[in-house]
């Protein structure tokens, strides 16, 4: 598993037309390159810088990409769970909203160890290959507090934006990623 660094994700975000490079010398972005080891020092501190960066600047998002790096540093089931939930406690105190991206193959899969149950949404984003092209699509397996559409619909990442039509439904034939 390849982790991007800040420069590769602010070129590959500069083809769609995003500068994200702008967005931080505004103030409106910040990037902080962390490793899973040092996640896993950060909620040992309770926080730590990440904590003071937050309040400084009043954040109110925060992404974390990937929440599958920081799980590896974990060896037992018990300890992964532990770990996870002490990091949605603590996003919690910050009144932060959270987006945590995880990599996997297992589609459909969604047990993982009952963290599902602590989350407040799951996406599910696909890049699936159907006769020879691929399509991505989303699903929105669960989202509290609102109604959601129970449907699997093409998703399409431009210069624009991330488009979406309601009207159009994927429906994959086979499992292949």
Known sequence: MKELKKEEIYDNMSSFGWDLEKLEKEGKLIFLEYSPEKVKKMLLEGGGLIENIINRSNVKRLVIDSITSFALLYKDELAKKEAAL???????????????????????????????????????????????????????????????????????IT???????????????????
């Not at 990599?103 to 149950?117: Q, R, V």
């Not at 609102?146 to 998703?155: M, N």
């Open 86 to 156: 002490s990091l949605f406690e603590l996003i919690r105190a910050w009144n932060c909203t959270a987006l945590l991206t995880e990599e996997t193959s297992d589609f459909g899969k969604t047990d993982k160890g009952g963290l599902e149950f602590e989350v407040d949404s799951i996406i599910i984003l696909y890049h699936k290959r159907e006769e020879g092209m691929r399509k991505r699509a989303i699903e929105i397996l669960k989202m509290r507090g609102t109604t959601h559409i129970g449907k699997t619909l093409l998703l399409d």
């Open 159 to 177: 210069n624009k934006g991330i488009i979406i039509d309601p009207n159009k439904t994927v429906i994959f034939k086979n499992n292949d990623c």
